[in-house]
């Protein structure tokens, strides 16, 4: 949801700014826009729509090499997506150049107070407003870090903050408050941004700023305060990933890479979080044990796609710790007053770590004295640091605005947390701890076999590439994966698709089947006898009525065969660890879509990858 990039240093700025928001352009794609100082004097370019128009008018009107600069790059909120309302925004004065990620909730009052005092504004946005009230600071000679303390001592809402002022070409100025930023230490240099990819490039030296604190950069100084000036404690850190795992590396779309890396992600999520005796060790969960004992509800609470791999976590943790467990939707969840006592165990699951709503329901559940552990695949991000623990999720960076390995290793460290409370709570014997986990650890080659035979999901997608609608039925843990294989094709081939329980076909979107709709049906395995045989029976329902059948069930169910137009066959795992190979086809079957009916797979219009706004 906007990503921002500021660079002091030897390298020419504009070309560290434009390759950092290429990195950051799967979190917003409206428009992008660079500032420098050049002899004193504010240089700006900005554009509507991606990058490459960015770069494009940059080729027609280069700027100056300079060794300071600021970048940005847009998913609107306030204002069109226009180039006057592209970031940066300049203050009337011309002595500052803002750019901002969030959303400045007392914008309207604040701009009618400045132009009550003679400012007119060029363009719609509420960011706008704070390049204003900065100038008008830096007028009254304060200087950019101490205007910056004022202005932010002024904001409401949520906003990450970047200026630099004209008179000082040394030095650059962020701030943050409920949006990410992170800064990027050199040798000799030094870089804020919204995500570490901006800069990994340079550098793997990171400190994650904290709430409400400033930032002043040189390139060879970083000085981290409160909004009162008081210095403030930073946290260090080393990102565990190099530029490789942020480029494509020959794949047409960061997707269909992050695809073909999922059993690397499931079997880095489950590395050295279990004995050789097969018991689980989870180290990074500071919670007592006597207080996991004592939690007599859990509340899962994600979005989108992290709220699907927490509706498939539900089976399982209730299976194996016969805790209750809710698993709610994170922008639903503080407005309806939930039920939440001390001994609540809420767990957030979230790719980036920084979603608004997650974050917003974190702090809903501690105000209620809730423990709430995160599932986090971002290190050091909003989410885990205000988490009482957090289990991350080793997927590496993902990039593809559709969620891919952030799902698959979502719902591996669930299953870790939960069969750790069963041993903790003494719900499971060890042995069956250690079964399911030796189950679980044997899931990445499996997840490659489904990946080593996508051919016939390809073709499917070339035959399907003229429909107007595709259902998705499952039951019991493939109910989950049939609402995110429709996620998948909304999101990305812009294709009517719904997932429903195929249970609940009859009371309803039955009426929806008609000759010739393809309907995937996810087959439980065969062992779990009465499920698998009701689910065939709904397939038979549905093809009696015209639909083409695509029917996904293990290897061996003959069963299936008769009532399948297309068969796609799955290993044998058992029904709670189906999700992990059962969505594999699903996420290939929309991204080959998307990739026929010719739409940018990774930036999906009106998305961003990171959603930092309520
Ligand atoms: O970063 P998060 O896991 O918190 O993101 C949650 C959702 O915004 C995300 O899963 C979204 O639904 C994806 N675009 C789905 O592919």
Redesign the pocket.
Known sequence: MCGIIGYVGPRVAREVVVAGLRRMEYRGYDSAGLAVIDAGELQIRKKAGKIANLAAELDHDPLADTRIGIGHTRWATHGRPTDVNAHPHVSQNHRIALIHNGIIENFAALRLELEAQGITFESETDTETAAQLLGVEVAKGADLAEAMRTVCGRLEGAFTLVAIDSTEPERLVAARRNSPLVVGVGEGENFVASDVAAFIEFTRSAIELGQDQVVEVTRDSVTVTDFDGNPAPTHPFEVTWDLSAAEKAGYDWFMRKEIYEQPKAVADTLLGRFNPDGSLKLDELHIPEAELRSVDKIIIV?????YYAGLVAKYAIEHWTRIACEVEIASEFRYRDPIITGTTLVVT???????AD?LMAIRHAREQHAKVIAICNTNGATIPRESDAVIYTHAGPEIG???TK?FLTQVAACYLLGLYLAQVRGAMFDDEIARVMRELADTPPLIQQVLDGLDPIKALARRFVDKQSVLFLGRHVGYPVALEGA??LK?IAYLHAEGFPAGELKHGPIALVEEGIPIFVIVPPQGRDQLHDKVVSNIQEVRARGAFTVVLAEEGDDEVVPYADVLFTLPRVSTLLQPLVATVPLQMFACELATLKGYDVDQPRN?A???TVE
């Open positions: 994600a979005c989108g796609t992290a699951l979230s790719q980036s770590g920084e979603t997650t605005v559709a969620s952030g996620l998948k999101e998305l990858k990171s959603v």
